[in-house]
């Protein structure tokens, strides 16, 4: 471990304090997760441990060998979860060095059963150990079944863990965790500050920028996206996410030239860019460039055939007097994969496309469907005039 640190091989728990991290072997907070880890892995062989230290005091021992190789697997790995840095793992992932509660469990557990009398077994400790068995297992149960809470508990705790904070690492491992709370979980209101707490200690660092974009974007925030992904371009202008980015911001202002224009320049970095080929389509498409949008809408169904969103554009695209088969095929195979107020739209174009096919009973199954997920909606009775002719 010495030669380790002293080399900057980063596979150890500093021995002392370093630079960018203050995370050091018997600092308190190192201390405080390992301790944390043993009544998290190995809660009730703890107990037992200090039973069988008590049964020890009294002169009684056992001679199996098995126990004590079960014993020297059980240091030896614990051993191991204290000098290996959590961080090899994703963002402070102690999973990976809880390999020492399998043969703890079972050297205590073993040695339990050799030292106490099984006739005489104190009926106390199977109570207690019941009791700090649901102690321990019924409020994970819990978050698992109440995730948003599992959250914002996590939150709070990661917000102030060493890990993340700006002298470790200049709050680098904040951007995984962020990245989740914004893509994953959808909590903007909470991922924001990793990021803002990132650029506050390195300027340099474009992806915390350009989630902050991403986040201003999402709150309607236009001025403040485009201020972060053009500070991120500056820094990476080889990174045709920041244009695509800007191209989306535009398109939502409406200055669709500008919009065009980004989307054209990102694709100029990367023509396999599947945002800004969606981007550049959907801007075609609502500029009636109908042959264009669809080049577009084709090249990344090209790249990613499995993107529904995409397909459902594409059968957009066909229904708008290109190819009424194709628009068909497209519309059906993305419906069961669109979100409820995607769906809507597409039924409402799956009925005018069967009853252009001369297919009248399969529009009112499409019509049937639309009323079940928009009853009484504007688009339910304009379809209903279509069929019906009222």
């Known amino acids: 471990v010495f030669i380790a640190q002293i080399k900057g091989i980063s596979i150890f728990v500093p021995l002392w304090e370093i630079p960018k991290n203050p995370y050091s072997l018997l600092s308190f907070e190192h201390i405080a997760d390992v301790f944390n880890q043993l009544v998290l892995v190995a809660p009730i062989s703890i107990v037992m441990l200090g039973l069988i230290l008590i049964q020890i005091k009294k002169g009684k021992n056992t001679t199996d060998d098995s126990i004590k190789v079960l014993y020297m697997v059980s240091f030896l790995t614990f051993l191991s979860a204290i000098f290996i840095d959590p961080q090899l793992g994703a963002s402070r992932d102690w999973d990976l060095l809880s390999l020492y509660g399998i043969p ?14 099984k006739k005489k077994f104190p009926p106390w400790i199977i109570v207690a150990s019941i009791l700090i068995v649901l102690v321990h297992i019924v409020p994970n149960i819990y978050e698992k079944n109440h995730p948003k809470l599992a959250v914002e508990y996590l939150d709070k705790v990661l917000w102030k863990d060493p890990h993340y904070q700006t002298d470790y690492q200049g709050a680098y491992r904040g951007i995984s965790w962020g990245f989740i709370l914004r893509n994953n979980v959808g909590r903007n209101d909470l991922s924001e500050k990793y990021f803002t707490r990132r650029t506050i200690v390195d300027k340099y660092d ?58 054209r320049e990102a694709l ?35 790249i990613d055939p499995d993107d529904e969103l995409n397909i459902m554009n594409l059968g957009i695209i066909y229904s708008r007097g290109i190819n ?43 019509l049937n469907q639309l009323k079940s997920i928009a009853p009484n909606s504007e688009i339910v009775r304009k379809k209903e005039k279509e069929i019906y002719g009222q």
């Open 324 to 366: 009424v088969d194709s628009a068909y095929y497209y519309m059906n195979k993305a419906f069961p994969y669109l979100p409820e107020s995607r769906k809507i739209e597409i039924l409402g174009c799956l009925v005018s496309i069967t009853l252009y096919m001369n297919n009248k009973t399969e529009a009112i199954e499409y």
């Open 104 to 117: 703890l469990t079972l050297y205590a557990g073993y040695s339990f059963t050799e030292l106490y009398d």
């Open 206 to 263: 474009s992806t915390p920028l350009y989630n902050l974009g991403v986040l201003h974007f999402e709150k309607n925030q236009n001025d403040s996206a485009r201020y972060y992904l053009h500070k991120g371009f500056e820094l990476t202008p080889q990174d045709p996410k920041f244009l695509s980015m800007l191209s989306e911001v535009e398109k939502k202002s409406q200055n669709i030239q500008l919009a065009e224009k980004y989307a």
């Open 268 to 302: 100029k970095l990367d023509s396999t860019y599947l945002p800004a080929l969606t981007t550049l389509g959907i801007i075609l498409s609502n500029q009636n460039k109908i042959l264009e949008a669809l080049f577009y809408f084709r090249k990344v169904y090209d």
